[in-house]
């Protein structure tokens, strides 16, 4: 009996961490890579909260390095030197705003917190951090937090190197440095105290949980031991006993492609899945391949996505068809990663993973920079935030159409992706039925009587009469349009008593995709 009553004591706070507290219905993750906190604040009052996103993953927001060769480096925020909160980001005071706002306005905020390390053991030493913090990294000196070389790995690594050689031993994987990363001694009492003393001042200013940076490089029970010490969510916002909202997600870095659990390495994702959700990658590899049609994968395939395809349980993933790594060609899916260098894929891509019910979908928010291939790499893949000469980064400006301009991507504000956002929270619950394919690459479903999705990636037309399960009535398509009052914008699509309707999809279309939920119709 008590070591029944040890297991639910153990297991309860873990299971609790797998809920993204999600508000008002809303159902989808979006990543605002490399967003001040001003424009993050002002984009969940703005777009977010009215059309129905549950959330933010924001970059890290503790004080890193400064690099400055190359320029800026976007990884240059997965190298921390204190846990002061600020970042080129904003300000802590700029921070606790933007939390306040975006909860005020039901969307929660997810940090993307690194924990497993420092920065690099060459990083130098002096006040050349973004907020003017002295460190020593030879020295293994961070003064602020503190942390000394007592408070590192090195003593149990086993390499000649001090790195990580061999990536078929698990403990070299979570005893040494990632690409010269200096490793926390996170089994140490007083290293798990001033980490969990970080997180739980992000939590007591309002966050809703955290991304878990390099979680294999972390031994399970270390983690377990940190995520044990945070404190429940704050009650201003979430019910009393709140959990934070856990996803454990490999840490993929420059030119380092090790994530968890692809296929055949020492660490597998279950050892993860009692801590909270993990980031499921072969998703957006195999959906990316899927899309591509390489490997004589078909769409049509889908019918068993999900656990049927070998992935992770539904209650432990988190998914997304491509995320700031995989984007750049580091780790998962190499090459057939659908990014928004290729609209017309992603845009159905991300579609498929909103309509579908597997997993907490996170969606991308981008940054564009000038992409120059030698032997297949791209050289700029380091590349940072839109920036001024002086490195600071840039507001996010918005056109007249909504969408973002000076360099800022944000897929998420494209019609056909907000609109499937939507979609997800309408039929959020409902079963996948009605299935319908061709045996190639055209395919449909419904969610119940609430939503139903139709895709051509085909190289010919479909032309088909198909059961939506829908009531009877007419229904504005939500990729070629909107509903506008008592108006489409784009495509109608008409819905028999019987709940059958007709769909036409050109090869040729822009989108060649159509999706109508409950409250598309007229």
Request: aromatic share 12%; proline share 5%.
């Amino acid at each position: 009996m008590k070591l029944f009553i040890l297991l639910l004591a153990l297991l309860g706070p873990g299971a609790a961490q797998h809920d993204p507290h999600a508000k008002h219905g809303r159902t989808a993750i979006v990543h605002l890579f490399e967003w001040r906190w001003e424009d993050v604040a002002v984009e969940c009052e703005r777009f977010l909260a009215p059309n129905g996103y549950a959330g933010v993953q924001i970059s890290p927001p503790h004080e890193n390095i400064l690099l400055t060769s190359p320029w800026r480096p976007w990884w240059e925020r997965y190298q921390p030197i204190s846990f002061n909160l600020c970042s080129r980001s904003g300000t802590e005071s700029e921070l606790r705003d933007m939390i306040t706002r975006c909860n005020n306005v039901g969307v929660n905020i997810y940090v993307d917190a690194v924990i497993n390390h420092m920065c690099g053991s060459s990083g130098g030493e002096g006040s050349h951090s973004v907020c003017g913090s002295w460190f020593s990294a030879p020295k293994k000196d961070f003064p602020t937090v503190p942390f000394s070389h007592w408070d590192f790995n090195d003593h149990k690594c086993r390499t000649g190197s001090g790195n990580i050689e061999n990536y078929g031993d698990a403990y070299q994987v979570r005893d040494c440095r990632l690409v010269g990363l200096l490793d926390l001694a996170l089994e140490k009492d007083y290293v798990r105290g001033k980490v969990a003393e970080y997180m739980n001042k992000l939590i007591d200013m309002g966050v809703a949980g955290f991304r878990v940076d390099a979680c294999k490089h972390m031994w399970p029970g270390d983690l377990a031991a940190v995520l044990g010490r945070l404190h429940n969510l704050n009650t201003d916002w979430f019910s009393g006993g709140s959990r934070p909202f856990i996803y454990q997600e490999a840490r993929l870095l420059i030119l380092l492609a090790w994530v968890i659990d692809l296929g055949g390495e020492p660490i597998m994702a279950r050892e993860y899945f009692h801590l909270g959700r993990v980031t499921e990658f072969k998703y957006g590899a195999k959906l990316g391949t899927i899309f591509r049609k390489w490997n004589g994968e078909k769409l049509s395939y889908t019918k068993s996505w999900g656990e049927g395809w070998g992935f992770m349980p539904d209650g432990n993933a988190l998914v997304f068809v491509d995320n700031h790594d995989n984007q750049r060609g580091h780790g998962a899916g190499g090459a057939a990663i659908v990014t928004f260098w290729d609209p017309r894929l992603h845009k159905m891509a991300v579609a498929f993973m909103l309509a579908h019910p597997y997993g907490v979908a996170r969606v991308m928010s981008s940054f564009r920079w000038d992409r120059h291939f030698v032997n297949g790499k791209d050289q700029n893949d380091w590349v940072g935030p839109p920036s001024f000469d002086n490195g600071t980064t840039k507001p996010v400006p918005i056109n007249p159409d909504e969408t973002c301009g000076d360099g800022w991507v944000c897929e998420h504000r494209w019609r056909q992706i907000k609109n499937m956002a939507i979609f997800r929270n309408v039929v959020n619950g409902q079963p996948l039925g009605n299935w319908w394919d061709n045996q190639s690459n055209q395919v449909a479903f419904g969610r119940g009587n609430r939503g139903f999705i139709v895709f051509n990636n085909d190289d010919w037309d479909l032309d088909v009469t198909l059961n939506t399960s829908m009531p009877g009535g007419t229904y504005c398509d939500v990729i070629s349009g909107q509903k506008d009052g008592g108006r489409c914008t784009g495509k109608q699509i008409n819905v028999g008593d019987d709940g059958r309707a007709h769909f036409k999809i050109s090869n040729r279309d822009e989108d060649p995709f159509v999706a109508v939920h409950a409250e598309s119709k007229l």
